[in-house]
């Protein structure tokens, strides 16, 4: 399965969650959006701290999302790279067997250089 596959299917599942448990699918896409927002960190940073937490946490779904949404947002590809090494020195192993998850979905879904 792609990851623009993955993706389809996760919002299709999302989708009936959201259908069952609305107030609370609600809240959590509220809390989605409003971290996404630009502070004190712009919205670059904040995808590129999701991208390296959902390495470090094996989040098959983030790898996906949070890479592209870290693409849209004007991260370069050496910008992510530069986050999962840090991901990988803080996570080890399991982090760098994660990495290699999310490397494949930059060569995916980045746009060819």
């Known amino acids: 399965m792609t990851y623009r596959e993955e993706m389809q299917r996760i919002k299709r599942q999302t989708a009936q969650l959201s259908r069952a448990l609305p107030d609370f699918m609600q809240a959590f896409y509220a809390l989605s959006k409003q971290s996404s927002v630009e502070g004190a960190l712009d919205t670059k940073t904040k995808e590129l701290i999701a991208l390296a937490i959902g390495v470090s946490q094996h989040c098959d779904g983030c790898f996906a999302f ?15 790279l530069d986050a999962l090494s840090v991901t990988v020195f803080m996570g080890g192993g399991p982090a760098l067997m994660s990495a290699t998850h999310a490397m494949e979905a930059l060569a995916e879904l980045a746009p060819a250089e």
Do not use: D, N, P, V
């Open 66 to 80: 949070h890479t592209q949404s870290a693409l849209q947002a004007g991260a370069t590809r050496e910008e992510i």
